[in-house]
């Protein structure tokens, strides 16, 4: 194989295993720009990922499997933004309970849907762009793909321009900054906050379809293995901003594809090292940009909105915002 054609493949591997991430980061990001911390994307994904291999299964059709993904993951977001936001469940307990549930329930029943240990789906195929899938190199790692990928490619500039460009993405990132002076203004922030939540878990979602009918075109237990909590380092290293967290997700797809490569070169390195080094990398990203990274000043703080009248939430100079007293 010619350097050209390796270069190809490579870049191909790294961006299909990039955009299961991407899409959960993207979710993630549209539920902490509002202030919900979301650790429940693993469940959320994992939740897509069966709920659209049992649609799959029982239709025949891959996009009603899309939709019950789309469904499904904004279900488990409405569930996640009634603890967190009505119920203000501790955000990090209920995004736990999401993760372990959603293992369990999915272990239980995909061993009831799919009697044999493997059941594979036709999945969506890729198509080439006319005329751009011809530009050497880039040409078919970005225009030569499945329709997961060209939404995938629509939806990061489109939450861009509405977060930062439109009238509802300031309202929301207000929210996720300074809610007391969001609820001032007549801003409602636990409506808000479910919308971006449940927004948060349809993506997720779409991130498991892609996993079923594009990557593997099998649904296992705990597939997602670990990708919603890579999602969410990609998330800090892109600093809660869409473009930048959709490259950071391309980083961790391409460490893992090189990885795959290292084994296939059959060098004399053991495979369970070789395995560990995306996560590797996530951790040391973190570790490299704590301090650095700032995540919305509101995230993780539920909001009461008795808080206002009674000035229990109070404006916070060290961090910019507000924090309760």
Not at 11 to 39: D, H, M, Q
Not at 118 to 129: D, H, K, T, V
Request: proline share 5%.
């Amino acid at each position: 194989m010619n350097s050209g054609l390796f270069l190809t493949d490579y870049l191909t591997a790294s961006l299909r295993l990039a955009v299961p991430l991407a899409f959960a980061a993207l979710g993630g990001l549209w539920s902490e720009r509002s202030g919900v911390l979301n650790i429940g994307l693993e469940g959320m994904l994992l939740t897509g990922a069966f709920c659209s291999a049992a649609v799959t299964f029982y239709s025949g059709s891959n996009g009603l499997g899309v939709l019950a993904a789309l469904v499904v993951g904004g279900l488990v977001g409405l569930l996640h933004a009634i603890l967190c936001v009505t119920l203000r469940v501790d955000q990090l307990v209920s995004g736990l309970a999401i993760n372990l549930v959603a293992s369990g329930l999915t272990s239980f029943l995909s061993r009831l849907v799919f009697r044999e240990n493997s059941q594979q789906f036709q999945g969506f195929p890729a198509f080439g762009l006319p005329g751009l899938d011809q530009i050497p190199i880039l040409g078919p790692v970005l225009f030569h793909q499945d329709l997961l990928v060209y939404l995938l490619f629509l939806l990061v500039p489109l939450s861009t321009y509405i977060l930062f460009r439109t009238g509802p993405g300031l309202a929301l990132r207000a929210v996720g900054e300074y809610p007391l002076a969001a609820d001032t203004v007549g801003l409602s922030i636990a409506q808000i906050r479910y919308v971006s939540v449940i927004l948060s878990g349809a993506f997720s979602g779409l991130g498991g379809a892609y996993l079923v009918l594009v990557h593997v075109r099998f649904f296992t237990e705990d597939m997602s293995a670990g990708k919603g909590f890579i999602a969410l380092a990609a998330l800090i290293f892109g600093h809660w901003h869409p473009v930048w967290t959709a490259l950071a997700c391309l980083l961790f797809g391409a460490t893992e594809a090189l990885q795959l490569r290292i084994q296939a070169f059959g060098l004399n390195i053991p495979y369970q090292l070789l395995v560990m080094l995306p996560y590797g990398i996530a951790l040391l990203a973190l570790i490299g940009l704590a301090g650095q990274a700032i995540p919305p000043t509101a995230l993780g703080i539920p909001y009461q909105r008795e808080s206002r009248d009674r000035e229990s939430v109070s404006f916070s100079p060290s961090r910019g915002g507000p924090s309760e007293t």
